[in-house]
Nanobody, 120 residues
Framework: QVQLVESGGGLVQAGGSLRLSCAAS????????MGWFRQAPGKEREFVAA???????YYADSVKGRFTISRDNAKNTVHLQMNSLNPDDTAVYYC??????????????WGQGTQVTVSS
């Protein structure tokens, strides 16, 4: 089992930045890929970004060039730097661990989520 805890969410004005963090504990010795997903009210959970154990990254088109995913394998943490935020980025952001991919069913472990609200 892997436990994931997100932090860093909050309220920010459009154009601002936030940095989300995800701390992993438990069976962190496995070479999991890590991903960030988000879910806005009334919408399905969607892929945001992923990073492999080997630091390969992939982004949704909607965040490419604005968001940066990174990880520190020694500290079992993953970060999502979010710049140039806009109201469409408002959602609960979830950290996930699993196989490399962009779909929900490729990830086995999920955090509880952290709320990001972007005001116009």
């Amino acid at each position: 089992q892997v436990q994931l805890v997100e932090s860093g969410g909050g309220l920010v004005q459009a154009g601002g930045s936030l940095r989300l963090s995800c701390a992993a504990s438990g069976r962190t010795g496995s070479n999991y890929a890590m991903g960030w997903f988000r879910q806005a009210p009334g919408k399905e959970r969607e892929f945001v970004a992923a990073i492999s154990w080997g630091i390969r990254t992939y982004y949704a088109d909607s965040v490419k060039g604005r968001f940066t995913i990174s990880r520190d394998n020694a500290k079992n943490t993953v970060h999502l730097q979010m710049n140039s935020l806009n109201p469409d980025d408002t959602a609960v952001y979830y950290c996930a661990a699993g196989r490399w991919g962009i779909t929900l069913n490729e990830y086995d472990y999920w955090g509880q989520g952290t709320q990001v609200t972007v005001s116009s």
